[in-house]
């Protein structure tokens, strides 16, 4: 699986912004997929995780410091997991990471690095006050 975010760049404080991650393969409904960042001089950190469990269900998992705010949601027909992030703060710019994994879903284990295989590059969102 290749991965291949977009929807990055430069925002004012309030604004809301959403990223989109692109997957390559045949069996993206398959992949459970999360979304992490690494602000400067951090270690990279976890932000939601979904699963796809059938029909319109899915499974979704997000640390604290982003619930109410932050959305992530997926695209099976497009192959696409996005990251919709709203009253973004200067505290929100970092780097931000796709990534994508088949390995059991266990909630947790799912915001660990080491649960991924898969990663994108990464987008950079700088968020100004």
């Known amino acids: 699986v290749q991965l291949v975010e977009s929807g990055g760049g430069s925002a004012q404080a309030g604004v809301s912004l959403r990223l989109s991650c692109a997957a390559s393969?045949?069996?993206?409904?398959?992949?459970?997929m999360a979304w992490f960042r690494r602000a400067p001089g951090t270690e990279r950190e976890f932000i939601a995780a979904i699963r796809w469990i059938g029909g319109s269900t899915y499974y979704t998992f997000y640390t604290d410091s982003v619930k109410g705010r932050f959305t992530i949601a997926r695209d099976n027909a497009r192959n696409t997991v996005y990251l919709q992030m709203t009253t973004m703060k200067p505290e929100d710019t970092a780097v931000y990471y796709c990534?994508?994994?088949?390995?059991?879903?266990?909630?947790?284990?799912?915001?660990?690095?080491?649960?991924?295989?898969?990663w994108g590059q990464g987008t950079q969102v700088t968020v100004s006050s």
């Open positions: 990534a994508a994994d088949q390995r059991s879903w266990n909630s947790s284990y799912i915001s660990s690095i080491s649960a991924y295989f898969y």
């Open positions: 393969g045949r069996t993206f409904n398959s992949y459970h």
